[in-house]
């Protein structure tokens, strides 16, 4: 094996993988045929590229390339009217002498596809990072702490459901536009929020999630621009993501915000996060994604004069209209208590006991307000509650070490 033939498909895989399926899936109409397709011109191009070097267009050489391996397929098993239709397709594309400028970009309907609401949320983020992020199935099951053997299966089944439910290979139409991207929308942030979740051990993983799903968002902003939404998510998680080098310290501790070296910020990122922010706001058509980039957005540009709590507040407000859920009453309990009204986030917290029983910031928050009330013992028992739901060690000893400056507080 040439090392050269194996940099240069490596190279091309990892850039072109998810267009590269999107085309063979728009002509096959089939995941599995498709990726299988992909997979044997990756390996003719091992074979082919070490003897005489890489071609000029490697995108142009694999798609032909699994042009024909699928029509091979598609000859050895057409046994129905579809497999023909696909195999006169496929034929008649067969001769082509086919350039980059031939291949059309399909990852939009790829994209709307791996996140169609049939699939349970898992499936749809496993999906979309294995075929649109090119993600092997052993580095998403790393991510996501499960066994290469489950995450494989639950990929597996998520293909065989879109095959048997006749999930349409599509961009939906106007009238089911909002509601499909707001899925798809979420199914990147889901992959964000995983890798923030994930801590300094991540980078044991290779894999990092945050970038994974930026790179996504960037994605589908370049394949549907002008989308208010879909700009402001990518200006959410570039203001998120911007904080990354400053969010632990050198032993892996986890900083606050309100602690981190604000000069370790990226701000590069954080000013086209702003931008972003702004270029949506602009378009007039406001959404939940806009409304949590603009909560980002007054943290990471409070002065010297502190965080605006109170316009905090009344995002989070505005954010209820779109999102009525426990956790984001969870967000607005925390922003009304830093705004400086105690007793108004214990009236909310206290409505989401049973709601949150199970989610940790939720007890984190609740022993940090319990404390500036004085009660103590309270305050205690949830961070023994929350540090026993903690997701990772950084974020345990953290809550482990607030715990035990209140012990030496109460004591003196």
């Known amino acids: ?122 499936s749809q983020v496993a999906l979309t990072l294995r075929t649109v992020g090119g993600l092997t199935t052993t580095e998403i099951a790393r991510a996501f702490l499960d066994s290469e053997t489950t995450m494989g299966q639950r990929i597996s089944r998520a293909k065989a459901k879109i095959a048997a439910a006749g999930i349409p290979f599509a961009i939906p139409g106007p009238e089911l536009w909002s ?94 996060g702003l931008d972003l922010l702004d270029r949506a706001i602009a378009r007039r058509a406001p959404g939940p994604n806009q409304i949590k980039a603009a909560i980002a957005a007054l943290h990471v540009t409070a002065g010297a004069v502190g965080t605006d709590w109170p316009q905090i507040v009344s995002l989070y407000e505005a954010l209820l209209r779109y999102e009525p859920t426990a956790v984001v009453r969870l967000n607005l309990a925390v922003a009304v208590g830093e705004s400086g009204d105690l007793g108004g986030a214990a009236a909310i917290l206290a409505d989401l006991s049973n709601d949150l029983d199970g989610y940790q910031p939720y007890h984190a928050a609740r022993a940090e307000f319990l404390a500036r009330q004085g009660r103590w013992d309270e305050s205690i028992a949830a961070y023994d509650r929350a540090i026993a739901l903690a997701a990772n060690s950084a974020g345990a000893e953290f809550l482990c070490n607030r715990r035990e400056k209140l012990r030496e507080r109460w004591a003196s």
């Open 1 to 122: 094996m040439s090392e050269a033939a194996r940099k240069a498909l490596e190279g091309a895989l990892r850039a072109e993988r998810g267009r590269l399926l999107a085309a063979l899936i728009a002509r096959t109409g089939d995941f599995q045929l498709a990726e299988e397709a992909l997979q044997e011109a990756a390996e003719a191009a091992l074979i082919h590229w070490g003897r005489s070097g890489p071609p000029v267009s490697a995108r142009a050489w694999l798609l032909r390339v699994g042009w024909r391996k699928a029509l091979d397929r598609l000859r050895q098993r057409a046994r129905d009217q579809r497999h023909l239709q696909a195999e006169a397709v496929l034929a008649a594309e067969e001769g082509a002498e086919m350039t980059s400028q031939d291949i059309p970009d399909e990852r939009l309907r790829l994209i709307f596809a791996c996140c169609h609401p049939a699939l349970e949320p898992k």
């Open 179 to 272: 509601d499909r991207l707001a899925s798809v929308l979420g199914v990147i942030y889901l992959i964000f929020n995983q890798g923030y979740s994930q801590g300094p051990e991540k980078d044991a993983t290779g894999t990092d999630l945050c970038d994974e799903a930026i790179f996504l968002a960037r994605l589908v902003d370049g394949l549907r621009p002008g989308e208010a939404e879909i700009e402001g998510l990518l200006a959410l998680l570039l203001l998120t993501h911007c904080r990354r080098a400053a969010r632990f310290d050198g032993t892996g501790r986890l900083v606050p915000l309100a602690e981190q070296d604000r000069s370790l910020w990226d701000l590069a990122q954080q000013q086209e």
